[in-house]
T-cell receptor, first 116, second 117 residues
Framework: ETGVTQTPRHLVMGMTNKKSLKCEQHLGHNAMYWYKQSAKKPLELMFVYNFKEQTENNSVPSRFSPECPNSSHLFLHLHTLQPEDSALYLC???????????????FGPGTRLLVL | AQKVTQAQTEISVVEKEDVTLDCVYETRDTTYYLFWYKQPPSGELVFLIRRNSFDEQNEISGRYSWNFQKSTSSFNFTITASQVVDSAVYFCALSEGSNFGNEKLTFGTGTRLTIIP
């Protein structure tokens, strides 16, 4: 049983649509992340949130808009996407740890997105 | 800049054989962390192990073992007596010591392991 859930698991959308991806973690963590996994490319970090505050935006286009209303929920709002945005979008969460100590990130099952 | 290289794109072995997945990393930091994750066809990344740069002790967990060699910047993963359920994509990842424990992970491109019955 996973502590990080994502919905929907699969999504097909046109380039003019607006949709949202949802992530929820049940692990009591305070940091949440969005990653993008494209075919034959390494996972790319998109956004990081600590205690609901965005601390990293890894040069992500504005057509991706994250939202973190609380430490347990994370959304990724999508609008006017391009076909090259088709990928597996993975959410992760971790505790916030001490200075210099990297916490383990736990991942959800992902949303497989196809943009037509 | 940090980098992770998994040179083996795909590996196939017959069930019950041993298999080693290679991971070579680059970092300028003296404090860093290495991870292995498993991604089965369902898509979820399953955490397997975390190792920090000050702990070079090898680790064994059941049929899984990890060999951390700072001298060669490698963190290899061995599965003994492989099983069909081990078929998945395996990712090695690296992060450097952070302020709040939430430094980004730099992933390798993954190794697709297929266990043939």
């Amino acid at each position: 049983e996973t502590g990080v859930t994502q919905t929907p698991r699969h999504l097909v959308m046109g380039m003019t649509n607006k949709k949202s991806l949802k992530c929820e973690q049940h692990l009591g963590h305070n940091a949440m992340y969005w990653y993008k996994q494209s075919a034959k490319k390494p996972l790319e970090l998109m956004f990081v949130y600590n205690f609901k505050e965005q601390t990293e935006n890894n040069s992500v286009p504005s057509r991706f808009s994250p939202e973190c209303p609380n430490s347990s929920h994370l959304f990724l709002h999508l609008h006017t996407l391009q076909p090259e945005d088709s990928a597996l979008y993975l959410c992760a969460s971790s505790p916030l740890g001490q200075r210099g100590y990297q916490e383990t990130q736990y991942f959800g099952p992902g949303t497989r997105l196809l943009v037509l | 800049a940090q980098k992770v290289t998994q040179a083996q794109t795909e590996i196939s072995v017959v069930e019950k054989e041993d298999v080693t997945l290679d991971c070579v990393y680059e970092t300028r930091d003296t404090t860093y962390y290495l991870f292995w994750y498993k991604q089965p066809p369902s898509g979820e990344l399953v955490f397997l192990i975390r190792r920090n740069s000050f702990d070079e002790q090898n680790e064994i967990s059941g049929r899984y073992s990890w060999n951390f060699q700072k001298s060669t910047s490698s963190f290899n993963f061995t599965i003994t007596a492989s099983q069909v359920v081990d078929s998945a994509v395996y990712f090695c990842a690296l992060s450097e010591g952070s302020n709040f424990g939430n430094e980004k992970l730099t992933f390798g491109t993954g190794t697709r392991l297929t266990i043939i019955p």
